[in-house]
Protein backbone atom coordinates (compact mmCIF):
# COMPACT_ATOMS: atom_id res chain seq x y z
CA UNK A 1 0.00 0.00 0.00
CA UNK A 2 1.37 3.28 -1.10
CA UNK A 3 1.32 6.28 1.62
CA UNK A 4 0.54 10.02 1.76
CA UNK A 5 3.04 12.51 1.14
CA UNK A 6 3.03 15.02 4.23
CA UNK A 7 4.05 18.31 2.15
CA UNK A 8 1.45 17.84 -0.81
CA UNK A 9 -1.17 17.41 1.36
CA UNK A 10 -0.58 19.89 3.06
CA UNK A 11 -0.35 22.14 -0.03
CA UNK A 12 -3.91 20.13 -0.80
CA UNK A 13 -5.23 21.95 2.28
CA UNK A 14 -3.96 24.91 1.67
CA UNK A 15 -5.83 24.54 -1.29
CA UNK A 16 -9.09 23.63 -0.20
CA UNK A 17 -8.41 26.36 2.50
CA UNK A 18 -8.18 29.17 -0.23
CA UNK A 19 -10.62 27.61 -2.43
CA UNK A 20 -13.72 27.82 0.50
CA UNK A 21 -12.30 31.70 1.37
CA UNK A 22 -12.33 32.72 -2.60
CA UNK A 23 -15.06 34.34 -4.65
CA UNK A 24 -16.29 32.40 -7.48
CA UNK A 25 -13.45 33.70 -10.44
CA UNK A 26 -10.96 32.58 -8.28
CA UNK A 27 -12.01 29.82 -7.29
CA UNK A 28 -12.72 28.76 -11.50
CA UNK A 29 -9.13 29.80 -11.79
CA UNK A 30 -7.99 27.50 -9.20
CA UNK A 31 -10.04 24.71 -10.50
CA UNK A 32 -9.01 25.08 -14.26
CA UNK A 33 -5.53 25.23 -13.36
CA UNK A 34 -5.22 22.29 -11.37
CA UNK A 35 -7.05 20.10 -13.34
CA UNK A 36 -5.03 21.29 -16.71
CA UNK A 37 -1.61 20.43 -14.62
CA UNK A 38 -3.45 17.09 -13.99
CA UNK A 39 -3.96 16.81 -17.07
CA UNK A 40 -0.55 17.16 -18.74
CA UNK A 41 0.94 15.02 -15.49
CA UNK A 42 -1.61 12.30 -17.08
CA UNK A 43 -0.36 12.54 -20.60
CA UNK A 44 2.94 11.97 -19.56
CA UNK A 45 2.16 8.93 -17.67
CA UNK A 46 0.77 7.60 -20.62
CA UNK A 47 3.45 8.90 -22.74
CA UNK A 48 5.86 6.87 -20.51
CA UNK A 49 3.95 4.04 -19.90
CA UNK A 50 2.73 3.73 -23.29
CA UNK A 51 -0.57 2.69 -22.92
CA UNK A 52 -3.33 4.45 -20.89
CA UNK A 53 -7.08 6.16 -21.43
CA UNK A 54 -6.08 9.01 -22.93
CA UNK A 55 -9.71 10.49 -23.97
CA UNK A 56 -11.88 9.22 -21.10
CA UNK A 57 -9.30 10.89 -18.76
CA UNK A 58 -9.62 14.25 -20.03
CA UNK A 59 -13.11 13.91 -20.54
CA UNK A 60 -13.45 13.00 -16.41
CA UNK A 61 -10.58 15.48 -15.12
CA UNK A 62 -12.60 18.26 -14.39
CA UNK A 63 -14.93 16.39 -12.39
CA UNK A 64 -12.22 14.19 -10.48
CA UNK A 65 -10.24 17.86 -9.70
CA UNK A 66 -13.45 19.77 -8.66
CA UNK A 67 -14.77 16.47 -6.31
CA UNK A 68 -11.20 16.22 -4.89
CA UNK A 69 -9.87 19.92 -4.53
CA UNK A 70 -13.55 21.22 -3.31
CA UNK A 71 -16.02 18.87 -2.65
CA UNK A 72 -15.11 15.69 -0.72
CA UNK A 73 -14.69 15.21 2.76
CA UNK A 74 -11.43 13.24 3.02
CA UNK A 75 -8.40 13.50 4.64
CA UNK A 76 -5.14 11.78 2.37
CA UNK A 77 -3.42 11.07 5.01
CA UNK A 78 -6.02 9.39 6.51
CA UNK A 79 -7.55 7.30 3.91
CA UNK A 80 -9.05 4.82 6.33
CA UNK A 81 -10.96 7.60 8.21
CA UNK A 82 -14.44 6.28 8.69
CA UNK A 83 -16.60 8.80 8.06
CA UNK A 84 -14.82 9.90 5.01
CA UNK A 85 -17.08 10.38 2.15
CA UNK A 86 -16.94 7.76 -0.47
CA UNK A 87 -15.32 8.27 -4.37
CA UNK A 88 -15.88 5.27 -6.59
CA UNK A 89 -14.71 5.91 -10.11
CA UNK A 90 -16.73 3.27 -11.99
CA UNK A 91 -15.26 3.81 -14.91
CA UNK A 92 -11.80 2.55 -13.97
CA UNK A 93 -10.17 2.26 -16.86
CA UNK A 94 -9.34 6.32 -16.37
CA UNK A 95 -7.58 5.48 -13.30
CA UNK A 96 -4.66 7.74 -15.01
CA UNK A 97 -6.88 10.54 -14.29
CA UNK A 98 -7.64 9.09 -10.75
CA UNK A 99 -4.02 8.84 -10.06
CA UNK A 100 -2.63 11.95 -11.12
CA UNK A 101 -5.69 13.78 -8.93
CA UNK A 102 -5.04 11.82 -5.99
CA UNK A 103 -1.33 12.05 -6.68
CA UNK A 104 -1.57 15.82 -6.86
CA UNK A 105 -4.21 15.45 -3.33
CA UNK A 106 -1.22 13.97 -1.27
CA UNK A 107 -2.49 10.43 -1.07
CA UNK A 108 0.65 9.24 -2.45
CA UNK A 109 3.94 11.14 -3.87
CA UNK A 110 4.03 12.14 -7.26
CA UNK A 111 7.06 10.29 -7.78
CA UNK A 112 5.26 6.98 -8.01
CA UNK A 113 3.16 8.43 -11.11
CA UNK A 114 6.36 7.47 -13.24
CA UNK A 115 5.66 3.66 -12.15
CA UNK A 116 2.24 4.36 -13.59
CA UNK A 117 1.21 0.32 -15.51
CA UNK A 118 5.11 -0.62 -15.06
CA UNK A 119 6.05 -3.95 -13.87
CA UNK A 120 4.42 -4.44 -10.57
CA UNK A 121 3.65 -0.87 -9.32
CA UNK A 122 0.90 -0.43 -7.82
CA UNK A 123 -0.08 1.89 -10.20
CA UNK A 124 -1.95 -0.53 -12.13
CA UNK A 125 -4.01 0.12 -15.60
CA UNK A 126 -7.25 0.04 -13.39
CA UNK A 127 -7.22 1.19 -9.62
CA UNK A 128 -7.03 -1.28 -7.10
CA UNK A 129 -7.44 -0.44 -3.59
CA UNK A 130 -5.84 -2.57 -1.71
CA UNK A 131 -2.65 -1.08 -2.88
CA UNK A 132 -3.53 2.81 -3.33
CA UNK A 133 -4.80 4.82 -1.07
CA UNK A 134 -8.01 6.97 -1.77
CA UNK A 135 -9.18 3.65 -3.96
CA UNK A 136 -12.16 2.66 -2.62
CA UNK A 137 -12.65 -0.22 -4.72
CA UNK A 138 -11.26 -2.20 -7.41
CA UNK A 139 -13.42 -1.54 -10.89
CA UNK A 140 -12.52 -2.23 -14.63
CA UNK A 141 -15.16 -3.96 -15.55
CA UNK A 142 -17.88 -2.10 -16.49
CA UNK A 143 -20.92 -1.50 -14.42
CA UNK A 144 -19.60 -2.26 -11.07
CA UNK A 145 -18.87 0.36 -9.53
CA UNK A 146 -23.04 1.86 -8.97
CA UNK A 147 -23.93 -1.67 -7.11
CA UNK A 148 -21.11 -0.99 -4.60
CA UNK A 149 -21.66 3.03 -4.10
CA UNK A 150 -25.48 1.87 -3.35
CA UNK A 151 -23.94 -0.97 -0.62
CA UNK A 152 -21.53 2.12 0.78
CA UNK A 153 -24.37 4.61 1.12
CA UNK A 154 -26.69 1.93 2.58
CA UNK A 155 -24.26 1.27 5.03
CA UNK A 156 -23.82 5.22 5.55
CA UNK A 157 -27.32 5.55 6.44
CA UNK A 158 -27.09 2.53 8.81
CA UNK A 159 -24.34 3.68 10.87
CA UNK A 160 -26.51 7.42 10.87
CA UNK A 161 -23.61 8.74 9.65
CA UNK A 162 -23.58 11.82 7.37
CA UNK A 163 -20.98 10.71 4.95
CA UNK A 164 -21.91 11.07 1.27
CA UNK A 165 -21.18 8.33 -1.79
CA UNK A 166 -19.96 9.79 -5.28
CA UNK A 167 -19.73 7.55 -8.11
CA UNK A 168 -18.49 8.37 -11.36
CA UNK A 169 -20.07 6.95 -14.18
CA UNK A 170 -19.06 6.50 -17.55
CA UNK A 171 -22.13 7.22 -20.33
CA UNK A 172 -21.18 4.28 -22.20
CA UNK A 173 -20.84 2.17 -19.40
CA UNK A 174 -24.27 2.79 -18.72
CA UNK A 175 -25.41 0.31 -21.10
CA UNK A 176 -24.29 -2.34 -18.68
CA UNK A 177 -27.45 -3.89 -17.44
CA UNK A 178 -26.57 -3.98 -13.38
CA UNK A 179 -26.12 -0.08 -13.20
CA UNK A 180 -30.03 -0.04 -13.84
CA UNK A 181 -30.53 -2.91 -11.11
CA UNK A 182 -28.24 -0.69 -8.73
CA UNK A 183 -30.41 2.82 -10.09
CA UNK A 184 -33.55 1.03 -9.21
CA UNK A 185 -31.90 -0.05 -5.92
CA UNK A 186 -30.69 3.39 -4.94
CA UNK A 187 -34.46 5.34 -6.19
CA UNK A 188 -36.50 2.60 -4.43
CA UNK A 189 -34.41 2.99 -1.20
CA UNK A 190 -34.51 7.33 -1.22
CA UNK A 191 -30.42 6.90 -1.18
CA UNK A 192 -30.25 10.57 -1.01
CA UNK A 193 -26.63 10.37 0.33
CA UNK A 194 -25.93 9.03 -3.44
CA UNK A 195 -24.63 11.43 -5.84
CA UNK A 196 -23.92 9.44 -9.75
CA UNK A 197 -22.08 11.83 -11.90
CA UNK A 198 -22.27 10.21 -15.15
CA UNK A 199 -19.41 11.76 -17.63
CA UNK A 200 -21.49 12.09 -20.46
CA UNK A 201 -19.00 12.16 -23.68
CA UNK A 202 -21.07 10.53 -26.03
CA UNK A 203 -18.46 8.48 -27.42
CA UNK A 204 -17.47 5.01 -26.11
CA UNK A 205 -14.91 2.71 -27.42
CA UNK A 206 -15.85 2.16 -30.75
CA UNK A 207 -18.17 4.79 -31.85
CA UNK A 208 -20.72 7.16 -30.64
CA UNK A 209 -23.03 6.02 -28.12
CA UNK A 210 -26.13 7.18 -29.46
CA UNK A 211 -24.83 5.73 -33.13
CA UNK A 212 -24.03 2.05 -30.83
CA UNK A 213 -27.12 1.63 -28.22
CA UNK A 214 -29.19 4.72 -27.89
CA UNK A 215 -28.52 6.24 -23.81
CA UNK A 216 -31.10 9.15 -24.38
CA UNK A 217 -33.22 10.43 -22.80
CA UNK A 218 -30.52 9.71 -20.23
CA UNK A 219 -32.34 12.33 -17.54
CA UNK A 220 -35.24 10.64 -17.79
CA UNK A 221 -34.34 7.15 -17.63
CA UNK A 222 -33.04 7.88 -14.05
CA UNK A 223 -35.94 10.40 -13.11
CA UNK A 224 -37.89 7.06 -14.18
CA UNK A 225 -35.74 5.03 -11.97
CA UNK A 226 -36.47 7.15 -8.61
CA UNK A 227 -33.47 9.72 -9.24
CA UNK A 228 -33.30 13.35 -9.08
CA UNK A 229 -31.47 14.83 -11.98
CA UNK A 230 -29.04 17.89 -12.40
CA UNK A 231 -27.52 18.36 -16.24
CA UNK A 232 -24.34 20.87 -16.22
CA UNK A 233 -21.65 21.45 -18.24
CA UNK A 234 -19.43 19.22 -17.27
CA UNK A 235 -16.20 21.25 -18.15
CA UNK A 236 -17.79 24.16 -15.66
CA UNK A 237 -16.03 23.73 -12.46
CA UNK A 238 -18.17 26.18 -10.85
CA UNK A 239 -21.65 24.20 -12.15
CA UNK A 240 -20.05 21.07 -11.25
CA UNK A 241 -19.34 22.32 -7.68
CA UNK A 242 -22.86 23.56 -7.19
CA UNK A 243 -24.74 20.30 -8.40
CA UNK A 244 -22.35 18.17 -6.64
CA UNK A 245 -22.95 20.44 -3.45
CA UNK A 246 -26.87 21.19 -3.60
CA UNK A 247 -28.76 20.31 -1.05
CA UNK A 248 -30.26 17.08 -1.62
CA UNK A 249 -34.19 16.14 -1.76
CA UNK A 250 -36.16 13.09 -0.84
CA UNK A 251 -33.88 10.60 -3.65
CA UNK A 252 -30.61 9.85 -4.92
CA UNK A 253 -29.13 12.20 -7.07
CA UNK A 254 -27.62 11.90 -10.89
CA UNK A 255 -25.31 14.60 -12.14
CA UNK A 256 -25.16 14.47 -16.05
CA UNK A 257 -22.00 16.25 -16.79
CA UNK A 258 -22.10 16.56 -20.32
CA UNK A 259 -18.06 16.63 -21.61
CA UNK A 260 -16.52 16.35 -24.22
CA UNK A 261 -13.82 13.19 -24.45
CA UNK A 262 -9.89 14.36 -25.00
CA UNK A 263 -11.16 18.08 -23.80
CA UNK A 264 -8.27 20.70 -23.83
CA UNK A 265 -6.44 18.70 -26.59
CA UNK A 266 -7.82 20.22 -29.61
CA UNK A 267 -6.19 17.31 -31.83
CA UNK A 268 -8.04 15.44 -29.62
CA UNK A 269 -11.34 16.47 -28.33
CA UNK A 270 -14.20 14.62 -29.59
CA UNK A 271 -11.95 11.97 -31.45
CA UNK A 272 -13.59 8.18 -31.25
CA UNK A 273 -9.73 6.87 -31.90
CA UNK A 274 -8.59 8.98 -28.78
CA UNK A 275 -9.81 6.29 -26.75
CA UNK A 276 -6.82 4.81 -25.54
CA UNK A 277 -3.92 5.70 -28.63
CA UNK A 278 -1.11 6.73 -27.08
CA UNK A 279 0.06 11.10 -27.91
CA UNK A 280 3.81 10.80 -29.35
CA UNK A 281 6.27 13.09 -27.98
CA UNK A 282 5.94 15.40 -30.33
CA UNK A 283 2.16 15.33 -29.46
CA UNK A 284 2.66 15.54 -25.87
CA UNK A 285 4.79 18.67 -26.33
CA UNK A 286 1.75 20.27 -28.62
CA UNK A 287 -0.74 18.97 -25.94
CA UNK A 288 1.06 20.36 -22.71
CA UNK A 289 1.47 23.63 -24.31
CA UNK A 290 -2.31 23.84 -25.06
CA UNK A 291 -3.18 23.22 -21.85
CA UNK A 292 -0.40 25.30 -19.95
CA UNK A 293 -2.03 28.58 -21.79
CA UNK B 1 -41.35 -61.03 4.93
CA UNK B 2 -39.30 -58.81 4.36
CA UNK B 3 -35.26 -58.33 6.19
CA UNK B 4 -34.97 -56.14 9.14
CA UNK B 5 -35.21 -52.37 7.71
CA UNK B 6 -31.81 -51.04 9.36
CA UNK B 7 -33.42 -47.54 11.49
CA UNK B 8 -33.57 -44.40 9.16
CA UNK B 9 -31.52 -41.56 10.32
CA UNK B 10 -33.12 -38.42 10.99
CA UNK B 11 -32.30 -35.97 8.46
CA UNK B 12 -32.05 -32.10 8.22
CA UNK B 13 -32.11 -29.02 6.13
CA UNK B 14 -28.99 -27.32 6.43
CA UNK B 15 -30.92 -24.07 5.56
CA UNK B 16 -32.75 -23.80 8.93
CA UNK B 17 -29.21 -24.37 10.88
CA UNK B 18 -27.48 -21.33 8.98
CA UNK B 19 -30.76 -18.58 9.12
CA UNK B 20 -30.83 -19.67 13.52
CA UNK B 21 -27.13 -19.15 13.58
CA UNK B 22 -27.01 -16.13 11.67
CA UNK B 23 -29.76 -14.57 13.79
CA UNK B 24 -28.46 -15.41 16.86
CA UNK B 25 -24.92 -13.87 15.80
CA UNK B 26 -27.11 -10.50 14.52
CA UNK B 27 -27.97 -10.56 18.12
CA UNK B 28 -24.46 -10.39 19.39
CA UNK B 29 -22.97 -8.29 16.30
CA UNK B 30 -24.81 -5.10 15.37
CA UNK B 31 -22.60 -5.18 12.17
CA UNK B 32 -24.39 -8.41 10.62
CA UNK B 33 -25.67 -7.99 8.17
CA UNK B 34 -27.71 -9.91 5.34
CA UNK B 35 -28.37 -8.84 1.25
CA UNK B 36 -30.80 -11.42 -0.57
CA UNK B 37 -32.56 -11.15 -4.13
CA UNK B 38 -36.17 -11.76 -3.50
CA UNK B 39 -35.09 -15.06 -1.45
CA UNK B 40 -36.44 -13.74 2.02
CA UNK B 41 -38.03 -16.97 2.56
CA UNK B 42 -35.65 -19.41 0.11
CA UNK B 43 -33.18 -18.13 2.15
CA UNK B 44 -34.86 -18.62 5.27
CA UNK B 45 -34.75 -15.07 6.61
CA UNK B 46 -38.21 -14.76 7.84
CA UNK B 47 -37.06 -14.67 11.40
CA UNK B 48 -33.84 -12.64 10.41
CA UNK B 49 -35.93 -9.89 8.86
CA UNK B 50 -38.57 -9.86 11.33
CA UNK B 51 -35.90 -9.29 14.17
CA UNK B 52 -33.64 -6.98 12.05
CA UNK B 53 -35.86 -5.37 9.69
CA UNK B 54 -32.93 -2.80 8.77
CA UNK B 55 -30.37 -4.99 8.61
CA UNK B 56 -32.44 -7.24 6.01
CA UNK B 57 -31.49 -5.64 2.16
CA UNK B 58 -33.73 -7.00 0.08
CA UNK B 59 -32.61 -5.85 -3.52
CA UNK B 60 -34.69 -7.77 -5.57
CA UNK B 61 -34.47 -10.43 -8.24
CA UNK B 62 -30.88 -8.33 -9.16
CA UNK B 63 -27.89 -10.76 -8.68
CA UNK B 64 -25.07 -8.68 -9.72
CA UNK B 65 -26.45 -5.65 -8.00
CA UNK B 66 -26.77 -7.84 -4.65
CA UNK B 67 -22.97 -8.86 -4.73
CA UNK B 68 -22.15 -5.22 -5.39
CA UNK B 69 -24.56 -3.87 -2.69
CA UNK B 70 -22.51 -7.13 -0.10
CA UNK B 71 -19.46 -5.50 -1.15
CA UNK B 72 -20.16 -1.63 -0.39
CA UNK B 73 -21.46 -3.27 2.82
CA UNK B 74 -17.97 -4.63 3.85
CA UNK B 75 -16.01 -2.08 2.08
CA UNK B 76 -17.70 -0.09 4.92
CA UNK B 77 -17.65 -2.63 8.17
CA UNK B 78 -20.53 -4.41 8.23
CA UNK B 79 -20.50 -8.08 7.69
CA UNK B 80 -22.83 -9.09 4.95
CA UNK B 81 -24.32 -12.50 4.52
CA UNK B 82 -25.16 -12.62 0.75
CA UNK B 83 -28.00 -14.88 0.40
CA UNK B 84 -29.47 -16.04 -3.05
CA UNK B 85 -30.11 -19.97 -4.70
CA UNK B 86 -26.86 -20.38 -6.00
CA UNK B 87 -27.18 -20.84 -9.25
CA UNK B 88 -27.91 -17.05 -9.87
CA UNK B 89 -25.49 -16.31 -6.71
CA UNK B 90 -22.57 -17.79 -8.33
CA UNK B 91 -23.73 -17.50 -12.51
CA UNK B 92 -25.27 -14.41 -12.66
CA UNK B 93 -23.00 -12.50 -10.59
CA UNK B 94 -19.81 -14.35 -11.17
CA UNK B 95 -18.03 -11.24 -12.69
CA UNK B 96 -19.18 -9.26 -9.08
CA UNK B 97 -17.58 -12.32 -7.10
CA UNK B 98 -14.24 -12.22 -8.90
CA UNK B 99 -13.57 -8.26 -8.82
CA UNK B 100 -15.96 -6.93 -6.05
CA UNK B 101 -15.40 -9.73 -3.49
CA UNK B 102 -12.08 -11.11 -3.80
CA UNK B 103 -9.79 -8.73 -6.02
CA UNK B 104 -11.24 -6.24 -3.84
CA UNK B 105 -10.33 -8.20 -0.65
CA UNK B 106 -13.85 -7.11 0.60
CA UNK B 107 -15.11 -9.23 3.29
CA UNK B 108 -18.10 -10.79 2.03
CA UNK B 109 -19.89 -14.22 2.83
CA UNK B 110 -21.45 -15.02 -0.25
CA UNK B 111 -24.19 -17.85 0.72
CA UNK B 112 -25.17 -20.39 -2.02
CA UNK B 113 -28.15 -21.55 -0.68
CA UNK B 114 -29.90 -25.23 -2.41
CA UNK B 115 -26.55 -25.71 -4.41
CA UNK B 116 -26.42 -28.74 -6.35
CA UNK B 117 -29.11 -30.00 -7.67
CA UNK B 118 -31.10 -29.46 -4.73
CA UNK B 119 -34.01 -28.00 -7.02
CA UNK B 120 -34.08 -31.91 -8.87
CA UNK B 121 -37.04 -31.77 -11.15
CA UNK B 122 -36.47 -27.67 -11.93
CA UNK B 123 -34.34 -28.58 -13.96
CA UNK B 124 -30.47 -27.51 -14.69
CA UNK B 125 -31.11 -24.05 -14.94
CA UNK B 126 -31.78 -23.99 -10.93
CA UNK B 127 -28.88 -26.52 -10.45
CA UNK B 128 -25.58 -25.31 -8.99
CA UNK B 129 -23.08 -27.85 -9.97
CA UNK B 130 -20.85 -25.32 -11.79
CA UNK B 131 -20.65 -23.47 -8.47
CA UNK B 132 -17.20 -25.01 -7.00
CA UNK B 133 -15.11 -25.11 -10.85
CA UNK B 134 -16.06 -21.63 -11.04
CA UNK B 135 -15.53 -19.99 -7.59
CA UNK B 136 -11.83 -22.46 -7.46
CA UNK B 137 -11.04 -20.60 -9.70
CA UNK B 138 -10.89 -17.22 -8.19
CA UNK B 139 -7.80 -16.07 -6.48
CA UNK B 140 -8.60 -15.46 -2.70
CA UNK B 141 -12.04 -16.59 -2.17
CA UNK B 142 -12.36 -19.38 0.07
CA UNK B 143 -14.74 -22.12 -0.43
CA UNK B 144 -16.39 -24.01 2.33
CA UNK B 145 -19.08 -26.82 2.08
CA UNK B 146 -20.47 -28.06 5.05
CA UNK B 147 -21.65 -31.55 5.15
CA UNK B 148 -24.26 -31.25 8.29
CA UNK B 149 -26.33 -28.69 10.45
CA UNK B 150 -23.72 -28.12 13.26
CA UNK B 151 -21.21 -27.77 10.88
CA UNK B 152 -23.31 -25.17 8.65
CA UNK B 153 -23.93 -23.92 12.28
CA UNK B 154 -19.88 -23.84 12.92
CA UNK B 155 -19.21 -22.04 9.42
CA UNK B 156 -21.22 -19.73 9.38
CA UNK B 157 -19.58 -18.39 12.67
CA UNK B 158 -16.55 -18.87 11.33
CA UNK B 159 -17.30 -17.04 8.25
CA UNK B 160 -18.93 -13.97 10.49
CA UNK B 161 -15.33 -13.77 12.61
CA UNK B 162 -12.90 -14.54 9.48
CA UNK B 163 -13.15 -11.17 7.59
CA UNK B 164 -12.58 -12.92 4.79
CA UNK B 165 -14.31 -13.01 0.84
CA UNK B 166 -15.45 -16.93 1.60
CA UNK B 167 -18.56 -18.95 -0.57
CA UNK B 168 -20.42 -21.33 1.77
CA UNK B 169 -22.76 -23.69 0.03
CA UNK B 170 -25.77 -23.88 2.14
CA UNK B 171 -27.47 -27.43 1.82
CA UNK B 172 -31.42 -27.59 1.48
CA UNK B 173 -31.26 -31.44 0.07
CA UNK B 174 -32.06 -32.98 3.57
CA UNK B 175 -28.93 -34.96 4.87
CA UNK B 176 -28.34 -36.90 8.63
CA UNK B 177 -25.49 -35.62 11.14
CA UNK B 178 -22.18 -36.33 10.45
CA UNK B 179 -19.97 -34.42 11.88
CA UNK B 180 -20.80 -35.03 15.61
CA UNK B 181 -20.63 -31.46 16.42
CA UNK B 182 -16.65 -31.17 15.98
CA UNK B 183 -16.27 -27.25 14.88
CA UNK B 184 -15.94 -26.25 11.30
CA UNK B 185 -11.91 -25.88 11.05
CA UNK B 186 -11.14 -23.95 8.44
CA UNK B 187 -8.87 -25.35 5.77
CA UNK B 188 -8.17 -29.09 7.40
CA UNK B 189 -10.05 -31.73 6.82
CA UNK B 190 -11.68 -33.60 9.44
CA UNK B 191 -11.36 -37.42 9.64
CA UNK B 192 -14.75 -38.92 9.89
CA UNK B 193 -13.34 -42.67 9.81
CA UNK B 194 -9.99 -44.23 9.98
CA UNK B 195 -9.09 -46.45 7.51
CA UNK B 196 -6.15 -48.48 6.13
CA UNK B 197 -7.03 -49.60 2.16
CA UNK B 198 -8.72 -46.75 0.49
CA UNK B 199 -9.54 -42.37 1.72
CA UNK B 200 -12.66 -41.18 0.38
CA UNK B 201 -12.17 -37.44 0.49
CA UNK B 202 -15.93 -36.14 0.54
CA UNK B 203 -18.13 -32.88 1.05
CA UNK B 204 -21.61 -31.64 1.93
CA UNK B 205 -24.13 -34.07 0.63
CA UNK B 206 -21.77 -37.19 0.08
CA UNK B 207 -20.43 -36.87 3.65
CA UNK B 208 -23.08 -39.32 4.90
CA UNK B 209 -22.97 -41.72 1.97
CA UNK B 210 -18.85 -41.99 2.25
CA UNK B 211 -19.52 -42.94 5.73
CA UNK B 212 -22.58 -45.35 4.48
CA UNK B 213 -20.28 -46.48 1.83
CA UNK B 214 -17.44 -47.24 4.41
CA UNK B 215 -19.44 -49.24 7.00
CA UNK B 216 -20.70 -51.18 4.11
CA UNK B 217 -16.94 -51.88 2.97
CA UNK B 218 -16.10 -52.80 6.08
CA UNK B 219 -18.24 -55.65 6.08
CA UNK B 220 -15.94 -56.93 2.72
CA UNK B 221 -13.00 -56.78 4.45
CA UNK B 222 -11.72 -53.47 2.86
CA UNK B 223 -11.06 -51.08 5.12
CA UNK B 224 -12.15 -46.85 4.13
CA UNK B 225 -11.17 -43.44 5.58
CA UNK B 226 -13.58 -41.21 5.52
CA UNK B 227 -12.19 -37.56 4.76
CA UNK B 228 -14.62 -34.29 5.26
CA UNK B 229 -13.35 -31.90 2.92
CA UNK B 230 -15.93 -29.20 3.96
CA UNK B 231 -13.13 -26.64 2.67
CA UNK B 232 -12.43 -26.74 -0.50
CA UNK B 233 -10.23 -23.45 -1.64
CA UNK B 234 -7.82 -23.89 -0.24
CA UNK B 235 -7.22 -26.96 0.27
CA UNK B 236 -5.89 -29.59 2.83
CA UNK B 237 -3.49 -30.35 0.99
CA UNK B 238 -1.33 -32.37 3.78
CA UNK B 239 -4.78 -34.69 4.67
CA UNK B 240 -4.66 -36.02 0.58
CA UNK B 241 -0.43 -36.63 1.10
CA UNK B 242 -1.26 -38.21 3.96
CA UNK B 243 -4.05 -40.44 2.43
CA UNK B 244 -1.61 -41.04 0.04
CA UNK B 245 1.01 -42.38 2.05
CA UNK B 246 -1.47 -44.60 4.49
CA UNK B 247 -3.69 -45.92 2.01
CA UNK B 248 -4.04 -47.22 -1.62
CA UNK B 249 -6.13 -44.95 -3.36
CA UNK B 250 -8.39 -42.13 -2.94
CA UNK B 251 -11.78 -41.52 -4.09
CA UNK B 252 -13.50 -38.15 -4.37
CA UNK B 253 -17.38 -37.56 -4.32
CA UNK B 254 -19.08 -34.32 -4.85
CA UNK B 255 -22.52 -33.17 -5.99
CA UNK B 256 -20.77 -30.85 -8.77
CA UNK B 257 -19.13 -31.27 -11.93
CA UNK B 258 -15.87 -32.61 -11.58
CA UNK B 259 -14.33 -30.37 -14.11
CA UNK B 260 -12.66 -28.07 -11.38
CA UNK B 261 -14.19 -28.91 -7.77
CA UNK B 262 -12.79 -31.15 -5.17
CA UNK B 263 -12.27 -34.00 -7.52
CA UNK B 264 -10.36 -31.90 -9.39
CA UNK B 265 -8.15 -29.94 -6.58
CA UNK B 266 -7.31 -33.65 -5.24
CA UNK B 267 -6.03 -34.64 -8.35
CA UNK B 268 -3.67 -31.97 -8.54
CA UNK B 269 -2.11 -32.88 -5.26
CA UNK B 270 -2.34 -36.29 -5.78
CA UNK B 271 -0.14 -36.60 -9.45
CA UNK B 272 2.16 -33.68 -8.85
CA UNK B 273 3.92 -36.27 -5.97
CA UNK B 274 6.49 -38.34 -6.86
CA UNK B 275 4.07 -41.74 -6.24
CA UNK B 276 0.81 -40.68 -7.18
CA UNK B 277 -2.27 -43.27 -5.84
CA UNK B 278 -5.00 -44.44 -8.50
CA UNK B 279 -8.28 -42.38 -7.98
CA UNK B 280 -11.78 -42.29 -8.90
CA UNK B 281 -13.54 -39.41 -9.19
CA UNK B 282 -17.14 -39.13 -8.75
CA UNK B 283 -19.59 -36.79 -9.55
CA UNK B 284 -21.03 -35.35 -12.21
CA UNK B 285 -19.17 -34.94 -15.86
CA UNK B 286 -19.93 -32.13 -17.84
CA UNK B 287 -23.56 -33.41 -18.10
CA UNK B 288 -26.91 -31.41 -17.76
CA UNK B 289 -29.15 -33.48 -15.81
CA UNK B 290 -32.19 -35.31 -16.98
CA UNK B 291 -35.67 -34.55 -15.21
CA UNK B 292 -35.62 -35.77 -11.93
CA UNK B 293 -35.77 -35.40 -7.83
CA UNK B 294 -32.33 -34.83 -6.34
CA UNK B 295 -32.18 -38.15 -4.74
CA UNK B 296 -33.22 -40.02 -8.30
CA UNK B 297 -30.44 -37.22 -9.82
CA UNK B 298 -27.57 -38.29 -7.47
CA UNK B 299 -28.60 -42.05 -7.98
CA UNK B 300 -28.33 -41.19 -11.73
CA UNK B 301 -24.97 -39.45 -11.25
CA UNK B 302 -23.61 -42.15 -9.49
CA UNK B 303 -23.43 -40.83 -6.28
CA UNK B 304 -25.15 -42.96 -3.75
CA UNK B 305 -23.06 -45.01 -0.56
CA UNK B 306 -23.06 -48.03 -3.34
CA UNK B 307 -21.45 -46.12 -6.13
CA UNK B 308 -18.86 -44.80 -3.38
CA UNK B 309 -18.46 -48.39 -1.84
CA UNK B 310 -17.92 -49.72 -5.26
CA UNK B 311 -14.89 -47.46 -6.28
CA UNK B 312 -13.43 -47.90 -3.17
CA UNK B 313 -13.37 -51.32 -3.35
CA UNK B 314 -12.40 -51.43 -6.97
CA UNK B 315 -9.18 -49.06 -6.25
CA UNK B 316 -8.55 -51.91 -2.57
CA UNK B 317 -8.42 -54.16 -5.33
CA UNK B 318 -5.81 -52.53 -7.53
CA UNK B 319 -2.73 -53.94 -7.10
CA UNK B 320 -0.39 -51.05 -5.77
Known amino acids: MLVADPGTAAAWRRFRQEFSDSGPERRREMLRERANQSRTTDLHMIGRAGLGHVGGDMSVLDILTTLFFSVLRVDPEKPDWADRDRFVLSKGHTAGALYATLAAAGFFPTAELDTFAGPLSALNGHPNRVKVPGVETNTGPLGHGLPVSVGMAVAARLSSSSRHVYVVLGDGELQEGSNWEAAMTAGHRHLTNLTAVVDRNRLQQGARTEETNTLDPLDDKFRAFGWDVLEVDGHDHLALYDAFTAPRGERPTCVIANTTKGRGVSFMEDRVEWHHKVPSAEQIVAASAELAR | MSAPVASVPETFD???????????????????????????????????????????????????????????????????????????????ALEQIKADVAYSQSPVVLCGMSPGMAYGELGPTHHSIEDLSWLRAIAGLDVVVPADPAETRSAVRWAANAARPAFLRVGRFKVPAVTGNRPFTFGAATTLRDGSDVTVVAAGTMVSRALDAAAEAAEQGVSVRVLNMSTIAPLDEDAIRLAMRETRGIVTAEEATTTGGLGAAVAAVVVTERTPVPMRMLGIHREFAPTGTTAFLLEHFGLTAADIRQAALALAHTDA
Open chain 2, 14 to 92: CRVAFAEELSALAREDERIVAVCNDSVGSSNLVQFQKEFPDRLINVGIAEQDMVGVGAGLALSGYIPFVCGASPFLTGR
